[in-house]
């Protein structure tokens, strides 16, 4: 008998719809894709046999529009993203926050579709108070029992209406992971927990002690866990956690879209009690340059032919260019549009947006479908919520604090920028939390200190604004969840009144109504409102200029 056993333990995590090697969005091809991490699993599948176990942390159904297209559009076939799973043999996957946004309808079918198990233990079931998804999944090789236990990141309220996870409540994480690592050790005798988690390393949203990535706080404070794979915060990164005196858990992350996967390999040894873990080893391997799976190819190309001819339709066309990166700078084409379109379907008083990637173009021309996910990235509904005139000038001090420096000469920087290790300037804060207005005029004098950047003006159609009136306001379900703290630390208000404030919600996602609505006017040309500014101009002017190029280094096109 071998007393000694080596197992691989293969994770990928926040695929977003990267299942082939080719970006729909942008028409070209592309280096991750779990078309190559079938090719390395394969290939390892081949030494290691059953003694390889393939697990997914969730966020597998929004992102690349084969994940829209099955979802919204053609929802009779099985879900590739099921199909995917299934072809791969995954043995396991935990839920993540991207799948439950895309509703009961689509996850459900989902979770019947795929062979493997999906885990939550810590969603529980509002009726049965058990879990809503199976907690863990328990698997022998060669006699050795490995425990999986799924959790997912708790804060889901901050982000989604009720409606989208009706019947569930959610559970922070250390303590479910303590009752179910206790439950597995001693009902299942687990040999060996695996923690598979959709929640990040630490920080991010913390609701009444609950918090929205909370890996390495249950490392540190629960017994009985040997390995945490963890995700939903896309950082790449591997810690070792010390829990009491002596044990070492290794904590990994491989990020999104299939760039990257974690490969831990567990080593035991037989002993005459049973088996006893000798050590864990993890690391993060790039398989950007692995070749794709033809037979994975073979088998997905009239799916991939499909979703090419849905994005490649024509739905208008466009007079100019327009581009995320202006929005950061002042009032841009790309920004407005978004705000003219929430503001004539919602009919509200003033609107809130961000820009929701780094650099993302619209080309001067045709409009086709493919277009409309660098538009908007998400599938966030539109909400109209009911705010005062103070609450709304504190939700853009906190904006534009996260946004802009405080500048104490004109030397300056104006946007607020770190450095990474390679010289590359980066924001500090993340430019989905980076809200505009339209509806009113208003400066950011970034000489003042925080709280009193910004100035509101007035209404953009000449009408007074005050802080004490109430005003209609248009903004995207994140936001109008809770999402970015915006609203709660920003604004002021109670989470739990943000519910009740809600006037509106879209039937729609954001993305199909910008879409009906080019389509409706078949040629647009968006402009830029000019309804607020940086001040004073004369540091802004030429702080604007020199970190734009530090930003956008390659910059050669903007519609400025």
């Not at 190309?301 to 260019?321: A, C, F, L, P, Q």
């Not at 000469?409 to 590359?424: A, E, P």
């Not at 915006?486 to 879209?506: D, M, N, Q, V």
Request: glycine share 6%; proline share 3%.
């Amino acid at each position: 008998m071998n007393n000694h056993l080596e197992i691989k333990i293969i994770h990928t995590t926040d695929v977003h719809g990267s299942f082939f090697p080719y970006d729909f969005i942008n028409s070209c091809k592309r280096k991750g894709s779990l078309t190559r991490v079938s090719t390395y699993v394969k290939r390892l599948r081949k030494e290691y046999g059953e003694r390889l176990i393939l697990l997914d942390g969730g966020d597998i159904l929004q992102g690349q529009p084969t994940c829209y297209y099955c979802n919204y559009i053609n929802t009779k076939k099985t879900n590739v993203a099921a199909r995917v799973i299934n072809m791969m043999e995954y043995d396991a996957q935990t839920i993540g926050n991207h799948d439950i946004e895309t509703g009961h309808e689509v996850y459900d079918k989902y979770c019947l579709e795929t062979n493997c198990d999906i885990l939550a233990a810590n969603v529980i079931d509002t009726k049965s108070l058990k879990p809503y998804f199976k907690p863990y999944k328990m698997m022998e090789i060669n006699g050795l029992r490995i425990a999986i236990i799924g959790m997912l990141t708790p804060t889901i309220s901050h982000w989604l209406h009720e409606h989208l996870w009706s019947g569930m409540k959610f559970e922070g994480i250390p303590e479910c992971m303590d009752k179910w690592t206790r439950h597995v050790r001693e009902i299942e005798h687990a040999d060996i927990v695996v923690g598979l988690f959709h929640s990040g390393f630490e920080g991010g949203i913390n609701d009444n002690g609950i918090g929205e990535n909370e890996s390495i706080k249950t490392a540190a404070n629960v017994a009985g866990i040997d390995l945490i794979l963890c995700g939903h915060d896309h950082r790449l990164k591997h810690v070792v956690q010390t829990f009491g005196n002596t044990k070492k858990i290794n904590i990994i992350n491989p990020s999104s879209n299939a760039y990257y996967i974690s490969e831990s390999t567990i080593k035991a040894n037989k002993t005459q009690n049973g088996w006893l873990l000798e050590d864990i080893e993890s690391e993060i391997v790039n398989i950007e340059e692995e070749l794709p799976d033809k037979e994975f190819l073979s088998h997905f190309t009239d799916d991939m032919e499909d979703v090419k001819k849905y994005v490649n339709r024509k739905i208008g066309t466009i007079e100019e260019s327009i581009f995320t990166k202006d929005s950061f700078f002042g009032p841009a084409p790309f920004s407005d549009f978004i705000h003219d379109v929430q503001l004539e379907t919602t009919g509200a008083d003033i609107s809130l947006n961000a820009p929701l990637q780094f650099d993302a173009c619209i080309k001067k021309g045709e409009i086709r479908v493919s277009d409309m996910f660098n538009l908007y990235t998400y599938e966030n509904q539109l909400y109209a919520i009911r705010m005062s005139g103070k609450e709304i000038h504190n939700l853009l001090e906190m904006s534009y604090y996260q946004w802009v420096d405080t500048m104490k000469s004109k030397d300056d920087h104006i946007m607020l920028m770190d450095i990474d290790n390679n010289g590359k300037h980066h924001w500090r804060n993340l430019a989905f939390n980076f809200d505009s207005a339209a509806g009113i005029d208003y400066e950011v004098d970034v000489t003042k200190e925080k709280g009193h950047k910004v100035k509101i003006l007035r209404m953009s159609d000449g009408r007074p604004f005050s802080e004490e009136n109430t005003y209609k306001v248009a903004m995207n379900s994140y936001r109008g969840n809770g999402g970015g703290e915006l609203l709660t630390k920003g604004a002021g208000i109670p989470f739990e009144e943000i519910a009740s404030r809600i006037e509106y919600i879209s039937d729609k996602d954001q993305r199909r109504l910008l879409m009906e609505y080019i389509e409706s006017h078949q040629h647009i040309n968006p402009q830029a409102h000019t309804n607020w500014k940086f001040t004073p101009t004369e540091w802004t002017e030429h702080a604007i200029k020199k970190d734009r190029d530090l930003l956008f280094p390659n910059d050669k096109e903007s519609s400025n």
